[in-house]
């Protein structure tokens, strides 16, 4: 006997709430589904986003961090 997977259900939110948690412009976040291949969900007319969607849209925006540059003292 197989078993099988239970569905989860996901904390999908809409355009304006994923915005707000990426703290970027609802319509820079459309532009990039659009345009850039943000991931998203079509669910009808409306875009919504997993909780896998926005972290993959955060990492897609990761600045890595920068070594500390040393000043040079002037004489």
């Known amino acids: 006997m197989a078993l099988t997977a239970v569905p989860t259900i996901e904390d999908f939110t809409d355009v304006t709430?994923?915005?707000?948690r990426l703290g970027i412009g609802a319509r820079r976040l459309r532009d990039g589904v659009n345009h850039m291949g943000f991931p998203?969900?079509?669910?009808?007319?409306?875009l919504m986003?997993?909780?896998?969607?926005?972290?993959?849209?955060?990492?897609?925006h990761r600045i890595p961090a920068q070594p500390k540059r040393r000043r040079s003292r002037a004489a």
């Open 40 to 46: 998203a969900h079509r669910m009808g007319r409306r």
């Open 49 to 60: 986003f997993s909780p896998k969607d926005r972290a993959e849209i955060a990492e897609m």
């Open 17 to 20: 709430e994923t915005a707000r």
